[in-house]
């Protein structure tokens, strides 16, 4: 999912890449089914083996009906990811141009359904103590980013805010961060 004229390059198809490559993906993030945790990869056989034996001690089980389901999803047409990526391309202008307007110093997000912001122009060296007010400041949530992190100091200002809402919930939540920059 790319927006800008950004295309996107699979790190499989580079030179000396696809023999040492595990694509993974889930409807979660293809589809917004994130709660039937349904996700499949793709790679060489030896190294597809090597994942199904892992995730074999790791899932005890999944969810056979959304399985089904996903593959129905899966032979949906061009058009589908076409409007999908239109649809988020303007969620993610909506949200960043609120997040600007409440203060966040906004990175640029030319792919994915995640904006991600410098608390720090709101007063915050930290962006858990950011999310952890913000839900009672103004009843929006955001992620710290620095939980992705190894060295949690490398991303300790910044935050992840989710656009993969209904248009209507995404302008009450900009509205609602308004009141940030004031």
């Avoid at 198809?13 to 023999?19: E, K, Q």
């Avoid at 040492?20 to 499949?40: A, D, L, M, Y």
């Avoid at 999803?73 to 391309?89: E, H, V």
């Avoid at 809402?165 to 961060?177: I, N, Q």
Wanted: charged share 20%; net charge neutral; aromatic share 10%.
């Amino acid at each position: 999912m790319t927006y800008d004229g950004i295309r996107h390059v699979p790190l499989a198809t580079l030179p000396g890449m696809a023999d040492r490559t595990v694509t993974i993906s889930s409807g979660g993030k293809s589809f917004g089914t994130t709660g039937w945790k349904v996700g499949w990869a793709h790679a060489q056989s030896d190294l597809i083996q090597a994942v199904h034996t892992v995730k074999q001690h790791l899932t005890f089980t999944s969810g056979a009906p959304f399985q089904r389901a996903m593959v129905t999803a899966l032979n949906l047409g061009d058009d589908y990811f076409t409007g999908l990526a239109a649809d988020l391309w303007a969620k993610r202008d909506r949200v960043s141009a609120g997040l600007a307007a409440a203060g966040l110093d906004v990175y640029p997000a030319p792919g994915t359904y995640y904006l991600t912001a410098d608390v720090r122009p709101l007063g915050y060296d930290d962006g858990m103590d950011f999310c952890r007010d913000l839900p009672g400041r103004c009843g929006v949530v955001a992620i710290p980013n620095r939980v992705f992190y190894d060295d949690q100091q490398a991303g300790r200002s910044i935050v992840r805010f989710a656009y993969c809402k209904r248009m209507e919930v995404l302008d009450e939540a900009m509205d609602r961060l308004s009141g940030l920059a004031a």
